[in-house]
């Protein structure tokens, strides 16, 4: 996603960010800005797991308990409603927001991704190993193993920050997503 006006307007929050004192890696506030903005320009289709943008049959997935969008933006708008932030501070609590977006992320491969959403789709209800590979008949072929071996992953998976959290949990056979 190359946009000049989107690029000139983070290299100018970097810049005052850094004449602030604060120091930032552009490249992080970068992508974290343009993932951000594109999954923001399409409301009805944010979602706690997504496509990188940049990296091919790679998704990210955000725990909600890691990421409270309604809170993180309601902050922001009532402060903007009542009149109290100047450019700079809404400017610092949206980098702030988009730092922890980026740094709570999970990297999922592709059949990581495909198990977790429909995992995640099918919240509150668990699945079976069955279940599961009967829902993805229609889409693709997995086998009792691989499903298994893909859930497994799942349930002990590093974010980008390096803390350690699962995504899937198992009981007596019965698979559901955590907090996805």
């Given at each position: 996603?190359d946009d000049p006006d989107l690029d000139s307007r983070i290299a100018s929050i970097i810049n005052a960010l850094e004449a602030a004192g604060l120091t930032v890696e552009p490249t992080l506030i970068h992508d974290a800005a343009v993932g951000v903005a594109h999954e923001l320009a399409q409301p009805d ?136």
């Amino acid at each position: 996603m190359d946009d000049p006006d989107l690029d000139s307007r983070i290299a100018s929050i970097i810049n005052a960010l850094e004449a602030a004192g604060l120091t930032v890696e552009p490249t992080l506030i970068h992508d974290a800005a343009v993932g951000v903005a594109h999954e923001l320009a399409q409301p009805d289709r944010f979602r706690a797991i997504h496509a990188s943008l940049n990296e091919k049959h790679v998704s990210y997935a955000i725990r909600d308990s890691d990421l409270d969008l309604v809170r993180e933006v309601g902050a922001v708008a009532a402060a903007i409603a009542a009149g109290l932030p100047s450019a700079a501070s809404v400017i610092v609590g949206l980098l702030v927001f988009l730092v922890r977006y980026r740094r709570k992320r999970i990297r999922l491969d592709a059949d990581q991704a495909v198990l977790l959403k429909l995992l995640s789709e099918s919240r509150p209800a668990s699945c079976s190993i069955e279940e599961i590979i009967a829902r993805l008949a229609q889409s693709r072929r997995f086998s009792a193993e691989q499903v298994t071996s893909v859930l497994a992953s799942l349930k002990s998976v590093v974010q980008v920050d390096g803390n350690v959290t699962a995504l899937v949990g198992e009981d007596h056979g019965l698979w559901r997503a955590i907090d996805v």
